[in-house]
């Protein structure tokens, strides 16, 4: 069992994963990140946001380069299609934060993995937007998320990857309770 | 004025603990006083709903050298039952209970403590907190914003539905508590929510026994605190949705569900008169499912291993727990007639007059395994505290057995009057502390 378990590879450094977890149970405050991205608007429904800089650890951290998104809305809408809808960015967060999730806690539990795919799928009623009817609310109806799976492990063991998965997702957690939400003009 | 009381032990709280606590001193001549706010068994006599029944069966309801003797042993104490279990014992014991005696402050001095009460002072070399683990009711923060009109109510108040006015309920959490309190309310004719977070899922009775007897011998209830893989979290597992009744029933979300009582996701805020509930209720439901399956499993494997499968009921695995197709979350409070929101949200210590630094920054006592981090300080009862079943009325036994021995040999090895080393002491060089007793401890303790 030992000669497999030590074989088991997702790509996760699980022990820098549990280290930062003791040093930031011994260092609460370095605990406290902020995250930050920036949008432009450019013309009509398109905008092109960018994220680097992020605060962590105790100073100012940033990723290797600089990331950007074209968002805008599609045709359908009168709109250029520029890019993805800022609602499907919500999906591509959830898709991914659960979908890395499931990598680290696989490999913290000795699970290999051969291949995850989340489908994910959100309904709408656009008389939310549109102020038709007052009782609509802006946002999803509900998100569905499928997962494709294949592993090194029973259908049960799948089943609580993907659970303890949501139960750690932060995007999981951001779309599922209510957080303040501040904006202000400079 | 009267002049301060001198002992070796002050234990604080004459409950099961304490007075188990008091059996093992008395046993080893080691002279101590136990002191009780109010009467023996205080919490269990005024702080405990009308129908209340202990989790755990007769047979298993046992203390150091006292145990149940009637005619069911797979029945469940009612609070007058628990009552009398616990008189009768004090009675056995012989404990020095000084009764209707609350400690107000407990400081170190002179190597050992000063207990202030309201009666008299107290110095002893070793205090013991047996004060129980469900002193204050944990009510979350955000219930400050429940508007006027709803009332707010802890299972420390709540005595039976009469106490109630004919509006829906509200009960937020689910484990033994929320699901016992939900189902009463409800089958008393008023509509009840129940907002559902992480909890754990179990049948009253699993091929033919006792959830209980199964926890038992496959050695779970016996899980070691320094075994578990993350101990701060095992401790703030919530109690299992289980109920003692004569029927002995379960009572899952289904069952409640089917009567008619509204799941709900975990209660997520209050705002402008309105409750947020999380869209996490079917991952929690999910996550519950999987670990019922996991322990029913271990069960299975258990008999399996012990050749017992054909003395025992076919092995069964229970239908998943149905969420609502749409679990509502947003409620507009007054314009769905809430009355009352009973937070059956967990309990915690209350430690306000212990006047010394032992508590993490989460104000939780620091403690391996019962022994505090102050030189002749221990505590009892507490969840998960040396194992998984330390705060039920059986788990005190083997506690009591093993912080028993490490305070006796404390006070054999520390004299009157000397302050005992203290772990930075030991850790910047200071002098080592010797064993002047041969007293053998566990190896795990240190």
């Known amino acids: 069992m030992t000669a497999t378990a030590t074989r088991v590879d997702n790509g996760v450094n699980v022990e820098a994963l549990l280290g930062a977890r003791q040093a930031l149970t011994d260092t609460p405050e370095a605990a406290r990140f902020k995250w930050r991205a920036s949008c432009q608007w450019v013309r009509g429904t398109h905008s092109q946001s960018s994220v680097q800089g992020f605060f962590g650890l105790g100073s100012e951290q940033s990723h290797r380069t600089e990331f950007s998104f074209e968002a805008d809305h599609p045709e359908v809408f009168a709109s250029e299609d520029k890019g993805a809808t800022p609602v499907e960015y919500v999906l591509v967060g959830l898709a991914s934060c659960l979908t890395a999730g499931i990598a680290a806690v696989a490999q913290h539990r000795q699970i290999q993995l051969r291949s995850v795919k989340a489908t994910v799928e959100a309904g709408m009623d656009l008389q939310g937007i549109l102020g038709i009817d007052s009782d609509v609310r802006n946002g999803f ?46 | 004025m009267t002049l301060a009381g001198t002992t070796d032990v002050v234990v604080i709280g004459a409950g099961h603990s304490g007075l188990a606590m008091s059996r093992y001193l008395s046993a080893a001549a080691i002279d101590h006083v136990v002191l009780e706010r109010g009467e023996i068994a205080n919490a269990w006599r005024r702080e405990r709903w009308d129908s209340l029944r202990l989790l755990t069966p007769n047979w298993q309801t046992r203390l150091p050298g006292h145990a149940y003797s009637g005619p069911q042993p797979d029945g469940f104490m009612t609070m007058s039952d ?37 009666r008299r002072v107290w110095r002893a070399r ?14 979350p923060a955000l219930s400050s914003a429940l508007p006027a009109s709803v009332r707010s109510l802890t299972p420390r108040e709540y005595r039976n539905p009469r106490q109630l006015d004919d509006r829906t309920v509200l009960v937020v959490g689910a484990s033994a ?14 509509r009840v929510m129940l907002a559902v977070g992480e909890h754990i899922r179990m049948p009253r009775t699993y091929r033919g026994r006792d959830i209980q007897w199964w926890l038992d011998a496959t050695g779970v209830l ?9 101990i701060v979290r095992a401790r703030r597992v919530p109690s299992p949705q289980l109920i003692g009744t004569p029927e002995r029933s379960t009572l899952d979300l289904n069952a409640l569900t089917a009567r008619g009582v509204e799941l709900v996701g975990r209660l997520a805020g209050i705002a402008g008169g309105k409750a947020q509930f999380s869209g996490s209720l079917r991952n929690h439901c ?40 749409n679990p509502r979350l947003l409620m507009d409070l007054e314009a769905h007639r809430i009355g009352t929101v009973l937070w059956a949200t967990g309990f915690r210590p209350d430690y306000r007059w212990l006047r010394t630094p032992v508590f993490d920054r989460k104000g939780n006592l620091r403690h391996e395994g019962g022994v505090v981090d102050a030189p002749g300080l221990y505590a009892l009862g507490l969840n998960f505290m040396r194992r998984r079943k330390s705060s039920f009325i059986h788990g005190t036994e083997d506690d009591v057995r093993e912080l028993g021995a490490h305070l006796v040999a404390y006070l054999r090895r520390v004299p009157l009057g000397e302050l005992p080393p203290t772990a930075t002491a030991t850790a910047s060089g200071g002098t080592p502390h010797r064993h002047v007793d041969s007293i053998n401890l566990k190896s795990h303790f240190h």
């Not at chain 2, 070793?126 to 009510?139: M, R």
């Open chain 2, 82 to 118: 628990v009552i009398g279990f616990i008189d009768g014992y004090a009675k056995v014991v012989s404990a020095p209970v000084r009764t209707f005696t609350t400690v107000t402050s407990v400081s170190p001095l002179d190597g050992g403590y000063e207990v202030i009460t309201d």
């Open chain 2, 126 to 139: 070793a205090v013991v907190i047996a004060s129980g683990a469900s002193s204050t009711p944990a009510v």
């Open chain 2, 177 to 190: 508590s929320g699901v016992q309190l939900a189902d009463e309310i409800q089958r008393s004719g008023r």
């Open chain 2, 286 to 325: 999910a996550m519950a499912d999987l670990k019922l399956n996991r322990l029913l499993d271990r069960i299975d494997d258990w008999i399996e291993a012990n050749g017992g499968s054909s003395e025992v009921d076919a092995s069964e695995r229970f239908a998943p727990t149905v969420t609502p197709q």
């Open chain 2, 222 to 230: 016996d899980e070691r605190f320094d075994a578990v893989d993350d």
């Open chain 1, 141 to 186: 109806d509900g998100i569905k998320v499928v997962f494709d799976i294949d592993a090194d492990a029973s259908k049960e063991d799948i089943a609580a990857l993907v659970a303890q998965s949501q139960k750690r997702s932060a995007v999981f957690d951001i779309v599922t309770n209510p957080t303040n939400v501040t904006v202000e003009i400079r």
